[in-house]
């Protein structure tokens, strides 16, 4: 069966501002021996999965551009002994602008990668800074310009809205700045400051001040009507994508396909099975089993509509009663007419999914699925 295929590569030059994920600054050591236990992993997951036909890889972290080229040689290396890919297949690598080297990418295109994902995040030197980025936006352009030299022409910028002192205007040169470079796909996430991260403790002492919604709504609509006017479509919330070029490893998600994942803090999903690898760099590497759970069918078909609702196409009713044996109309049925009568959802063509105003009450509607 199909399955996608997640790598994770843990390690930062140091720690942004807001970082809450699964990334370690300075920890450089530790990459020799983190190689060897994902080729170890790799193999495991192969032999446990023999049925796995892999559609999509992605390489992400983390900063996998900081992984030494020879490294990152040896884990590709591994996931194509062990693994077969569909022909096709999508396979991206995140890079972060500053850490990208032509010997890096050469190893990347050797090995079958062909999308590239860039955290660009603001044009703006002062945007960086606070959000403690190490890059500059002259670093976005001299990456990009450096991949699509070597044949990368899928390629994705993240940018972030939401930001301390951030305005519409700035968000207008970044799109403007990010459009020049011919990008296939732009993600544009809200900054989210999460507990314990630096950016929080600057935030509650009063340090940086976040914008109110109605700032943070009108940058968005700034991106979803630019992107549109420039032939992008949006697919997802916070993602879009030129025709043809919406990132299939993360639609599969939305679509809660299966997926097998690798690394320190990875996340897989097989059956009825998911896992985490631990999220700390001493425990991954000292073998420490995953934390397993088994996911009850009730809990199965709430994630696809939660999952699929995050995307414009929202959820198929076919799919949905091949996944579960069950239709949508006897699971969600009576559940949906209010937020239907409301406007919120339209169910249309086999399909439910969010309207324009929908979208921004996603929480509230799934607390009503709930
Ligand atoms: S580059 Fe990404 S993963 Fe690394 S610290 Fe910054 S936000 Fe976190």
Same mark, same amino acid.
Request: aromatic content about 8%; glycine content about 8%.
């Given at each position: ?13 140091? #720690? ?46 983390? /900063? ?19 693994? @077969? ?24 295109? #050797? ?26 936006? &002259? ?44 990008? /296939? ?11 314990? /991260?630096?950016?929080?403790? &600057? ?22 009507? /630019?992107? &549109? ?27 809660? #396909? ?96 969010? @309207? ?15």
């Amino acid at each position: 069966m199909e399955a996608g295929l997640y790598i994770h590569i843990p390690f930062c030059k140091s #720690k942004c501002a807001y970082c809450d994920f699964a990334s370690f600054a300075g920890a450089e050591d530790k990459m020799v021996p983190y190689a060897r236990a994902l080729q170890q992993e790799i193999r495991q997951k192969a032999a446990q999965y023999p049925d796995a036909l892999i559609s999509t890889l992605f390489i992400g972290g983390g /900063t996998p551009s900081l992984f030494p080229a020879a490294l990152m040689d040896q884990v590709l290396q591994s996931v194509h002994e062990h693994f @077969t890919f569909v022909p096709g297949a999508e396979c991206t690598c995140e890079c972060n602008p500053g850490t990208v080297t032509e010997e890096f990418l050469a190893v990347l295109k #050797k090995h079958g990668i062909n999308r590239l994902s860039f955290g660009a995040q603001a044009s703006q030197e002062p945007l960086l800074q606070l959000l403690g980025r190490i890059h500059r936006w &002259q670093d976005v352009e001299q990456s990009v310009n450096l991949a699509k030299q070597l044949g990368f022409h899928n390629i994705n910028l993240d940018l972030m809205l939401g930001l301390p002192g951030q305005t519409e205007a700035h968000v207008k040169e970044t799109l403007e700045k990010a459009l020049s470079l011919s990008p /296939t796909h732009l993600s544009c996430y809200g900054l989210i400051v999460e507990e314990g /991260t630096r950016m929080h403790s &600057q935030v509650e002492k009063g340090l940086w001040q976040l914008p109110d919604e109605d700032t943070e709504r009108r940058q968005y609509d700034l991106c979803r009507h /630019t992107l &549109q006017r420039h032939g992008f479509m949006q697919y997802e919330i916070s993602n879009f994508a030129l025709p043809h070029f919406h990132c299939r490893h993360n639609m599969d998600c939305w679509q809660r #396909k299966e997926y097998i994942g690798v690394g320190c803090a990875a996340c897989g999903f097989m059956g009825r099975k998911r896992w985490q690898n631990p999220p700390s760099l001493p425990a991954y590497l000292a073998g420490e089993a995953p934390q397993e759970e088994f996911i009850s069918p009730r809990d199965a078909m709430f994630e696809t509509m939660m999952l699929g609702l995050r995307t414009m196409d929202g959820v198929s009713e076919e799919a949905f009663f091949s996944m579960h044996g069950h239709s949508l109309e006897s699971v969600y049925g009576e559940k949906l007419q209010k937020p239907i009568r409301e406007g919120l959802v339209k169910r249309e063509n086999g399909r439910v999914f969010l @309207t324009e105003a929908g979208l921004s009450l996603q929480n509230r509607i799934l607390v009503e699925l709930l």
